[in-house]
Nanobody
């Protein structure tokens, strides 16, 4: 069982930065592939970024490539995944969700994920 808690959302101006954190509980967290997704009002949830457990390989949606960076801290008692968001745009406004999948490969597909956090709001003003 894995529990995920996101934090770090808030209000930012266009061009600014925010860093989201996802604290995971679970003894085998470091074997899980992790992802970030987002959902804007009236839109479907979409993939943002993912990280593979084996070698920390990363994947990004085209819309955030070069601006966002996913990373993880697997050190003992530091089961945290981060999403560093730079050069924010108003279209980045959404609720951001952290997710974990036990297969470990990381994925852009919502259906591949087994556990989800409650989400954190990110609002970017123009």
């Amino acid at each position: 069982q894995v529990q995920l808690v996101e934090s770090g959302g808030g209000l930012a101006q266009a061009g600014g930065s925010l860093r989201l954190s996802c604290l995971a509980s679970g003894r085998t967290f470091n074997r899980y592939g992790m992802g970030w997704f987002r959902q804007a009002p009236g839109k479907e949830r979409e993939f943002v970024a993912a990280i593979r457990w084996s070698d920390d390989g990363t994947y990004y949606a085209d819309s955030v490539k070069g601006r966002f960076r996913i990373s993880r801290d697997n050190a003992k008692n530091k089961n945290t995944v981060y999403l560093q968001m730079n050069s924010l745009k108003p279209e980045d406004t959404a609720v951001y969700y952290c997710a974990a999948e036990y297969r470990g490969g990381g994925s852009s597909m919502i259906g591949q994920y087994d556990y989800w956090g409650q989400g954190t709001q990110v609002t970017v003003s123009s």
